[in-house]
């Protein structure tokens, strides 16, 4: 029996290494405060259990391929206010973003082709294009340039003939960059002018802090058949258990060739997608309550690095994770030692090392990715830990 | 912007063709008698709806990426009472039976890989096959054969070196038809001999009725690296809506590469898991009085249509659809005709034509499928209509 290439290219979680030394140290009577994982603590607004709760046919039928008319309709409004009209049928609803970007690959990518992705970036996409044969040209960032990426030179001279998307997260998750209309104008026009996908992950949108606008690619009307948006409901209504999605896009070929996957897989789920068309009635209270809650742990975070010696870290302006570069000789070796060898008053720390989130061997060795989903306490003790564990660490490891 | 050569390869739903004309029909008037889709009308066991509404967390968060230890176990369990017995590490939770077969083919197929599968089948297949670069290699029945498939010297004179597994829904979509105790280990023979893996679709298990016992690949211990199940609350509890299946194999590479993909996805609806897990509780008491029901079905199609002149049709022994070739030119031809110029006493009926099911050119012209998923009277009147429909079409068409 054999197993595809494409299976065999594609990586189990990096993080899964970390999995026993975490439960050796939990059994051995540790606290350990997780700033590695990016499940938000805030609560899902009742709206989503009532209507849940609510549903009372007899038979848990089939939703329609494309999506429920009700939250298509929902997703729809959300752009309208947002002041981008989409048509209903611009409108897909996907198993989670990640439905979303599987058939999104399988769509667009033939063996060889590759799609430009700045790195740092979320490990996942990995999977996503490699099992469609495909693979990531990255774009090089780096935690002195607070790992920003709309460069138009930059971007021009990894495109070549396999090129078929250029893709980012916006605002970025690991690295919290929240792109400039300029920036996002930049990236429009180089895949205008080269015919490539102009692929937005967009699904942390809310999650801004500066009091700019809500921004997406869909907002460029010039590039219609070239920008597709991946959303969902997971983070902005902190309901990643939902598994809802959605892809939109113009683009009538894409649309068409979508619709294929879609059909297959026969539809997404009802009661999740009844329920997650009533979160779109949370009014904007909401939001501005999660935003100013999640600018204050950034806020905490980024302020306890800068007491860090040697740390590097430029102020991120979104989503809820924040990469910076460590003073240790690897992130790797220091998390392992954090669980193993290292606590203060039984409390320890984890992170997710850099390494997992760049496609270039040997970038981000000595960073880390933070993500701030631990309420005000907690995260400053988690910060205060770390602090401490570099500290020790490089006394014990560099003499 | 350039679509993958995969998803080109890949088709719209045949269905879609008789939607317009479908529309145009009620909107004058016509009623329609839907024996095209499989959409049980069963109500799902409340036990559903009640484990949705007792979910008390205020976070709607991830599940474990291989599914919640509760569906798992309640999976294990329920194969246990089958006699057959899995750990919990061999049983993957998806997203339907169709997430099941997508991850699957991903991690079998390369470019120009074969998968044999006797035909007709389940038409969604296709897509999943075709977008992980793999083709379907059929192996032909025929009505006259009642679309028995399990013959040692077909299925060899199939394989090649581009084979690497062969694939059957058993009780079968679209035929009915249940393979005896023999004829699943024939299969399994072959595969063992030949190395490639045995992927038994069984997610029409309960829907047997010739008082046979419950079967599936899985039962037999010598081919634990061979066998693989796809599986799927979907029909078995009416809940169709819910998108949750299984993979199940104790193939530990295998297993390892499905779970990448499983990450990379993150995780499976979580309430529509907890509200499965409850599912398997309901007693053998719901089985046997949908048996009851379905049997009852299975017989009035029957012999409706061995009332029929010129029909060819054979006994379905499970499942709740059946294949039968009608004394007609064209089936397709003939739905369109149904839709668009017959009517008795304004209504009409619908059912699947059979080309849809076959990849081989050609195959299936006079072929439908009906799926009795409608109560005794209305289904009894879809046959009486199916009946005057082929003779008045006859009238009118032969001349």
Redesign the interface.
């Known amino acids: 029996?054999?197993?595809?290439?494409?299976?065999?290219a594609?990586?189990?979680?990096p993080m899964r290494k970390f999995h026993p030394f975490a439960v050796a140290a939990t059994n051995n009577g540790k606290k350990i405060y997780h700033l590695n994982i990016g499940?938000?603590?805030?609560?899902?607004p009742p709206a989503?259990?009532e209507a849940?709760?609510n549903?009372e046919l007899?038979?848990?039928?089939?939703?329609p391929s494309p999506g429920l008319p009700v939250l298509i309709k929902a997703v729809r409004d959300y752009y309208d206010k947002l002041g981008i009209h989409y048509e209903e049928s611009d409108i897909l609803i996907t198993?989670?973003g990640?439905?979303a970007l599987?058939m999104l690959m399988?769509?667009?990518?033939?063996?060889g082709?590759e799609v430009i992705i700045p790195e740092p970036f979320y490990p996942?996409y990995?999977?996503?294009i490699k099992?469609?044969?495909g693979t990531i040209r990255p774009l090089t960032t780096s935690p002195e340039g607070g790992y920003r990426y709309a460069f138009r030179q930059k971007l021009e001279a990894l495109i070549n003939e396999n090129t078929?998307a250029i893709m980012f997260t916006n605002p970025g998750n690991p690295t919290g960059v929240v792109l400039t209309h300029e920036e996002l104008r930049t990236i429009a026009d180089v895949a205008k002018e080269h015919?490539?996908?102009v692929i937005g992950d967009e699904v942390y949108r809310e999650f801004v802090y500066g009091g700019e606008q809500l921004a997406t690619i869909g907002q460029f009307e010039d590039i219609n058949?070239?920008a597709v948006i991946i959303d969902s409901v997971s983070k902005r209504f902190?309901?990643?258990?939902?598994?809802i999605g959605t892809i939109i896009t113009r683009?009538k070929?894409?649309q068409?060739?979508l619709?294929?996957?879609c059909?297959?897989?026969?539809?997404?789920?009802?009661?999740?997608q009844i329920a997650s068309a009533a979160l779109y009635s949370v009014d904007s209270d909401y939001f501005d309550a999660v935003r100013r809650e999640y600018k204050l742990r950034r806020d905490t975070c980024y302020n306890k690095l800068l007491e860090i010696p040697g740390v590097v870290v430029k102020e991120p302006q979104g989503a809820f994770y924040m990469m910076a570069a460590l003073p240790v000789d690897n992130a790797d070796t220091f998390q392992k030692w954090l669980l193993t060898d290292f606590d203060d008053n039984g409390d320890t720390v984890m992170f997710a090392p850099g390494e997992g989130f760049y496609a270039t061997p040997g970038k981000g060795l000595n960073e880390i990715r933070i993500a701030y989903v631990l309420k005000q306490k907690d995260l400053e003790r988690a910060m205060d830990l770390l602090a401490l564990g570099i500290k020790k660490y490089n006394e014990t490891h560099c003499k």
Chains 1, 2 share one sequence.
């Open positions: 029996m054999k197993i595809s290439q494409k299976a065999l594609c990586n189990l979680s499940q938000p603590d805030i609560a899902t989503y259990f849940v709760r549903f007899p038979v848990l039928e089939y939703a198993t989670g990640s439905e599987q399988l769509s667009i990518l033939d063996n082709s996942n990995n999977t996503f099992s469609a044969g078929r015919n490539l996908f058949e070239n902190s309901a990643c258990g939902a598994r683009n070929e894409l068409q060739n619709m294929k996957f059909q297959a897989r026969l539809s997404v789920a009802t009661l999740d």
